[in-house]
């Protein structure tokens, strides 16, 4: 491998924190660090692990040194180093963090650097000498920013306010979300609407028996009840409510898809979904979801949060949206052909003055596919799903029983404690690559490695950090799965007991357990459940357990085959 060490970028980066900023906190190693500080060093940490190209040579600290000078130790030792030629790039939350004197600023980014070839990133100012085509394309943003450090100080400052608030899942907004009102004892916290609620709590209903959001809207406009909109209104003193019954604001499908998608109502704060992209701009734009600012449990939920979960299922597959007042038929997009992979449609006849349902493969009839022209009585094979699903719950609760049994352990936290044992190995494996490959550079300037032995070391190291990396982003997956999964609920399984005893095949149900369905030539029917994974690692743990006590393995799994 041939790595050019002039192409490679070696980042310094700077945190600096004047004593008049406050903030300052005890360590746990007893000496003071400004909490800051430490949230510099997480913002350009997190930028340089989106940077894989840079690597960190040094971190420089001043704690405690006003901006207004460079009479601060380690950045003089930082000079020092890029003078050197150790470091090539310097990174710093913003310009601020450099530096307060903009001048001597810029007498450093404008000349020194540039002549020193170290390029210069202030992260949050967006600011990067590797952007600029222009030599005097630096200048410029220069210039603005001396006469717009105040007021853009100040944007910063009301905007960073605003994000600690979100952060800690305080409400900022001027309007509450239908179903909630402020608190009047603390305008950042939320209250439950009891009125509103019960709509909210209506209308989540309604979806999962199978209702779109056409029908619903139909329904509350029916009933007479106010939109969100006049709602606000009716309650509000500002607003005077309208003359007219025609000028009301009706329910739309919008308004009741719009509440359905709200993780609001499971007592998640979500906020900072939009920003502007700076002081200078009024247009927002919307954020990606990792962005937002989400805070678990900051008011008390309108539903639950498996029932949230299940409708925002249900609004993914409930793509044929049925009439006003029918609901979906229970089976609707879950059946697929077993032999050709292809939908099977829902047909009907009427005989003897009695409607007949039936299911067909969707391609019978076309020459190439060859499927038999077997139908499926929709009657029939309800009460095969039907008897397939309680022959599940049953083996999932046999599982439960299992688990019970091992008092010592729950598969989750053992299972947790192999991957966090594990993530803090490939960490260790990072950290102590990272210290070879910043050591094979000190000794190829020492002159003790050739170029081509250092870059063949260099590329070593790197190829084990990559791996080391991914293995942690794998692992992290699986762990959130596992949570996912698991959601709050101390036992997974404890769900199913509401699966306990169903008498009658229901939209809910299917939706819940069910990702798919196929029907074969024979008659008989494979059901894919969505727990699929989770069930087979409760069931490897259960086996492990049962191995480790020197037993017969349980045998959960029966082969469901329904003919
Ligand atoms: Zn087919």
Redesign the pocket.
């Known amino acids: 491998m041939n790595v050019n060490i002039d192409q490679m970028i070696r980042v310094a980066i700077y945190l600096r924190l004047s004593k008049d900023d406050g903030d300052f906190s005890l360590s746990e190693n007893g000496k003071t660090e400004s909490n800051s500080i430490h949230n510099q060093r997480e913002l350009l940490m997190s930028f340089l692990q989106s940077h894989p190209e840079m690597e960190l040579v040094g971190e420089y600290k001043d704690d405690g040194y006003t901006g207004t000078n460079f009479d601060r130790p380690d950045f003089q030792k930082m000079i020092q180093d890029i003078q050197k030629g150790l470091i090539n790039c310097v990174i710093v939350k913003d310009l601020s963090r450099f530096g307060r004197d903009y001048i001597e600023c810029g007498r450093y980014i404008e000349k020194l650097f540039p002549q020193l070839g170290v390029r210069f990133i202030a992260v949050n100012d967006h600011f990067d000498t590797a952007s600029g085509n222009q030599s005097d394309s630096i200048v410029v943003p220069f210039k603005n920013l001396i006469n717009d450090s105040y007021s853009r100080d100040i944007s910063i400052k009301v905007r960073s306010n605003l994000a600690v608030k979100r952060n800690k899942g305080e409400f900022i907004g001027n309007f509450t979300v239908y179903g909630y009102v402020k608190d009047p004892e603390n305008k950042n916290h939320l209250l439950i609407d009891e009125y509103a609620a019960s709509i909210v709590r209506n209308i989540f209903r309604w979806k999962l028996e199978g209702f779109s959001p056409v029908s619903i809207a139909d329904k509350l406009n029916k009933a007479g009840i106010l939109s969100p909109m006049e709602y606000k209104k009716a309650k509000g003193s500002r607003y005077e409510t309208s003359f007219k019954k025609s000028a009301l604001a009706e329910w739309s499908h919008v308004a009741v898809r719009r509440i359905l998608k709200n993780e609001i109502y499971t007592g998640v704060m979500l906020q900072g979904k939009r920003t502007t992209p700076n002081y200078k701009t009024k247009t927002e734009i919307r954020k990606a979801e990792s962005e937002w600012a989400r805070k678990e449990g900051t008011h008390e939920p309108i539903v639950s949060k498996a029932e949230f979960d299940l409708v925002q299922r249900l609004l993914r597959e409930d793509t044929r949206a049925g009439t006003p007042s029918a609901p979906v038929h229970p089976l609707c997009g879950k059946l697929l052909?077993?032999?050709?992979?292809?939908p099977?449609v829902r047909k009907s006849t009427t005989s003897g003055g009695r409607l007949y349902a039936y299911y067909l493969?969707?391609?019978?009839g076309s020459k190439k596919?060859g499927?038999a022209s077997r139908r499926f009585g929709e009657d029939k094979l309800h009460g095969l799903v039907l008897a397939v699903i309680k022959q599940e719950i049953d083996v999932l609760l046999d599982m439960e029983k299992a688990l019970k049994s091992y008092k010592d352990a729950s598969w989750e936290e053992s299972e947790m404690k192999k991957i966090d044992t594990n993530i803090a190995m490939q960490e260790e494996i990072i950290r102590k690559n990272n210290d070879l490959r910043m050591g094979v550079y000190e000794d190829f300037q020492a002159g003790i490695l050739s170029r081509e032995e250092y870059a063949e070391y260099r590329a070593d190291f790197t190829v084990r950090i990559d791996t080391a990396r991914e293995a942690i982003r794998q692992l992290l997956a699986e762990k959130s799965e596992i949570q996912d999964s698991l959601g709050n609920q101390k036992n997974w399984l404890e769900q199913f007991h509401a699966y306990v005893g169903i008498k009658e095949l229901d939209r809910r149900y299917v939706v819940a357990l069910i990702d798919r369905i196929y029907l074969f030539d024979d008659g008989s029917i494979e059901i894919v459940f969505r727990h699929k994974n989770q069930k087979e690692r409760i069931l490897n743990f259960i086996r492990e357990q049962e191995a480790a006590r020197k037993r017969k393995p349980l045998v959960l799994v029966p082969t469901v085959e329904v003919v």
């Open positions: 052909c077993g032999k050709c992979g292809e099977v493969c969707k391609s019978y596919s499927c």
